[in-house]
């Protein structure tokens, strides 16, 4: 699945604050409870969300980010915040435990099989539990960079659609975001595709920078496109 993936991008973008802010923005009404995180590589989201979970379960399989986790995390028996998080070293797969709320951020497109993962994730939500997923949208923008960071695909709403018709929620919400994130995608595959680490960090930086610019647009033109999409699902 992914427990080969390095990771190398995560702490260019885990410093980009506009980007997780406005990504936080879209989904903290859906954060409760009993919450997992599949995937959380540096834990940088954690950070947005923790003080609105009663406890929290990280899954993370490879083994470099896990061993990372563990010592940013580090149990302090006199932090009770730090007391809530537990993690583990492995997939999602087969996991018996029920949350309230299971979040995959920018993680699913790392896995082949997403039907089967879409699926288990879903079983593993308790009644009126949200399922929280986000991952890169628009396979036209599928990049030299998707490929070397193990993107298996990129997704368009009617990809999760599809999912959908395998499980039986009571809500979804399916939203692009970040428009300019797209244009600059687009312009950037076609234009730097087999150069996009150059200068990579500050490209980064400026697109970045952007965010609140793509925020507005995003309204503008009622979150038609993105270079992300967020998907909400009910049980």
């Not at 087969?94 to 299971?102: A, H, P, W």
């Not at 965010?211 to 993105?226: T, W």
């Amino acid at each position: 699945m992914y427990a080969n993936y390095e990771g190398w991008e995560l702490s260019v973008f885990d410093i980009s604050q506009n980007y997780r802010s406005y990504q936080f923005q879209l989904i903290k009404d859906f954060i409760k409870g009993k919450t997992a995180e599949v995937g959380p590589g540096n834990g940088i989201n954690i950070n947005f969300y923790l003080n609105k979970v009663e406890s929290l379960d990280l899954y993370e399989p490879t083994k470099k980010l896990f061993d990372n986790l563990k010592e940013k995390f580090r149990i302090d028996q006199n932090d009770n915040k730090q007391k809530k998080i537990n993690i583990f070293n492995r997939t999602f797969l087969g996991v018996s435990e029920r949350y309230d709320t299971i979040i995959y951020l920018d993680v699913l497109e790392h896995i082949k099989d997403d039907k089967k993962e879409f699926i288990n994730a879903f079983d593993n939500l308790k009644e009126g539990g949200y399922l929280i997923i986000n991952v890169p949208a628009f396979n036209i923008l599928y990049s030299e960079f998707d490929k070397d960071v193990q993107h298996h695909k990129r997704y368009s709403k009617k990809d999760f659609k599809e999912l959908l018709n395998f499980v039986d929620p009571s809500y979804s919400k399916l939203k692009y975001y970040d428009s300019l994130g797209f244009l600059l995608s687009f312009f950037s595959k076609f234009l730097l595709n087999k150069n996009y680490k150059n200068n990579f960090e500050k490209k980064i930086f400026i697109w970045n920078k952007l965010i609140p610019l793509s925020k507005f647009l995003d309204k503008l033109i009622f979150h038609f496109l993105g270079k992300s999409l967020m998907v909400v699902v009910k049980k």
